[in-house]
C-alpha cells in the first residue's frame, strides 16, 4: 500500500513539475530608445505575448507594432506610417532559444544571466539576434529583462534624410518581462 501511494505521490509531482515548464505573459514590456544631438526617442509597448518554454529552453515574442507609445502624438503617427509601417506589416516576432538554459533552475529562486540567439523578424525582415539579460526565478514566477541593439538598416528601415539628425541608426531594445506558469 505504501508503494502505491509513493508512486502516485510521484507521478502527481512529475505531472505538476512537467505542468509548471512553461511560463507566459501577455503585458510584457519593450521599449526601444533612439538618442541623437538634435532628439531623444522612447518608445513603449506594455501588450507584449511572450512564452518561455523552460524545458525545452525556448522562447517566442509577438509585438503589435501599433501598440508602442511615445510622448508626442506625432512622434507614434510617424513611427508607424513612414518608418515601421504598421498597416503593412503589423507584427514584430522574435523565436529563439535560451543558449544557456541548463544553468537556470526555473524551479529555484534566483537570479541568472541568459544568452538567447533565435530570429527577429520586423518590418518583413527576418534577422538573426543574439542578447545577453537576467532571468529572475521567485516564489515560482519568472522575469526577464535584457537590453541590446539593433542596426534599422538591418530590417530595410529607411531614415529620410531630411530628419536623419533626429533618429539614430542605431535603436536600444530593452525587454522586461514577468511570466506566470502556464496552465
Same mark, same amino acid.
Given at each position: ?15 505538476? @513539475? ?12 519593450? *521599449? ?17 505575448? *511572450?512564452?518561455?518554454? @523552460? ?6 515574442? @509577438? ?37 544557456? *538554459?541548463?544553468?537556470?533552475?526555473? /524551479? ?5 544571466? @541568459? ?18 539579460? /537576467?532571468?529572475?526565478? /521567485? ?9 541590446? /541593439? ?16 533626429? $533618429?539614430?541608426?542605431? $535603436? ?12
Amino acid at each position: 500500500m505504501k508503494q502505491v501511494i509513493l508512486i502516485i505521490l510521484l507521478c502527481v509531482s512529475t505531472l505538476t @513539475a512537467n505542468s509548471q515548464t512553461v511560463y507566459m505573459t501577455r503585458s510584457g514590456q519593450v *521599449s526601444f530608445f533612439s538618442k541623437t544631438p538634435m532628439e531623444n526617442i522612447d518608445g513603449t509597448n506594455n501588450e507584449v505575448t *511572450s512564452l518561455i518554454d @523552460a524545458s525545452k529552453g525556448e522562447i517566442v515574442f @509577438a509585438i503589435l507594432v501599433k501598440s508602442f507609445r511615445f510622448e508626442k502624438a506625432l512622434m507614434e503617427e510617424h513611427f508607424n506610417e513612414n518608418y515601421l509601417e504598421s498597416t503593412k506589416f503589423p507584427k514584430a516576432t522574435f523565436q529563439g532559444k535560451i543558449t544557456n *538554459s541548463s544553468s537556470i533552475n526555473f /524551479t529555484k529562486d534566483g537570479s541568472y544571466p @541568459a544568452t538567447v540567439e533565435g530570429d527577429l523578424t520586423m518590418h518583413g525582415v527576418k534577422q538573426k539576434q543574439t542578447a545577453t539579460g /537576467t532571468i529572475t526565478v /521567485t516564489n515560482g514566477k519568472v522575469s526577464a529583462v535584457s537590453t541590446f /541593439t539593433i542596426k534599422l538598416a538591418d530590417y530595410k528601415i529607411e531614415i529620410p534624410s531630411l530628419v536623419a539628425d533626429k $533618429i539614430s541608426e542605431t $535603436i536600444e531594445i530593452r525587454v522586461n518581462c514577468k511570466y506566470e506558469p502556464r496552465s
